[in-house]
């Protein structure tokens, strides 16, 4: 019994003493200060002078008046406002869904382990690399009808050929789809492709055995299981298109008229063109809601429900 009190005794006193933990973080706390404020003032302070603006009738400089939600019946009843709106409707639902599907292909050919692998992943993300800007001016040179895939097919014998959908005020904005697919779809090719990786090749054993097709294995099989993949896909594609501008700007102007018009190129106009201050803050109060609209599901599934069940 003595023996084992002393060494007890004796491994206690070896112990270092714990540190407080406030003592141990107060570093690191410390080195986050400054990007706090920045986040603070930059970025959530410019957001609530936004929503204030969009409440006053600033137009070339800023009041600081109160005219309640004129600006936003102003908005409601624009009709370039509501086609602007429109077209991010039409665009985000086939450029989302292009994107998923295009993706998804891209990334189960690639997954048949084929020669040249790392050569077709660099040419399927390659576009991704480029900014909407360089984009829209390749497309916009190759869908030109006196330039592009008109010309080069009429050059080829074929006069009748006719494609010009840029200049076309009904078919414009499915050129942006056209262009942003062609964008997009490396991205979710790459994040589709890791979560193919990651797929128990059990799965595939047990699925030839019972004769099921390949088509039907991942249809059935995995997709299902790259569902947090796909969330996350979604969620990027959708910021995407809220925030589209460049790409518009680049490639058609919002043109023909006002028939490529989306909200974030209505904002910057009445903001720096127009000297509308306070139309321009509305039309942007109202892209941060559906941002947030969009986002705010997808944290608490991933984030809030998740640690709920931990």
Aim: charged share 15%; with cysteine; glycine share 8%.
């Amino acid at each position: 019994m003595a023996t084992v009190t002393v060494r007890a005794a004796a491994t206690g006193a070896a112990a270092p003493a714990a540190r407080p933990r406030i003592g141990r973080g107060l570093p690191a706390a410390l080195a986050l200060v400054p990007t706090a404020l920045i986040v603070l003032v930059v970025y959530v302070g410019c957001m609530l002078w936004t929503v204030r603006l969009s409440f006053t009738s600033s137009t070339l400089l800023p009041k600081f008046d109160f005219v309640g939600l004129a600006q936003y019946e102003r908005l409601i009843l624009n009709d370039r406002f509501v086609v602007s709106a429109q077209n991010t409707v039409i665009f985000g639902v086939l450029f989302i869904a292009g994107c998923l599907v295009l993706g998804f292909l891209l990334a189960v050919f690639i997954d048949q382990r084929v020669k040249g692998e790392g050569a077709f992943r660099t040419v399927f993300l390659f576009p991704y690399s480029m900014s909407f800007v360089v984009t829209g001016v390749a497309w916009q040179w190759f869908l030109n009808p006196g330039l592009g895939l008109e010309k080069l097919v009429r050059d080829m014998g074929f006069s009748d050929f006719t494609f010009d959908w840029l200049v076309n005020q009904e078919m414009a904005i499915y050129t942006l789809v056209i262009a942003g697919i062609w964008h997009g779809a490396g991205l979710t090719m790459a994040i589709l492709l890791a979560g193919l990786r990651g797929v128990d090749e059990d799965l595939w054993k047990a699925a030839r055995v019972d004769g099921v097709p390949p088509w039907r294995y991942y249809l059935s099989i995995v997709l299902p299981l790259l569902r947090p993949m796909v969330v996350t896909a979604t969620v990027l594609l959708a910021i995407s298109v809220v925030k589209l501008y460049d790409l518009v700007v680049a490639m058609t102007g919002g043109g023909p008229g006002i028939a490529t018009e989306v909200p974030a190129k209505f904002v910057m106009d009445h903001l720096f063109e127009r000297n509308n201050i306070a139309l321009g803050t509305a039309a942007a109060t109202l892209m941060l809601v559906t941002v947030v609209i969009i986002i705010a599901p997808w944290i608490y599934a991933r984030y809030v429900r998740s640690k709920g069940r931990r």
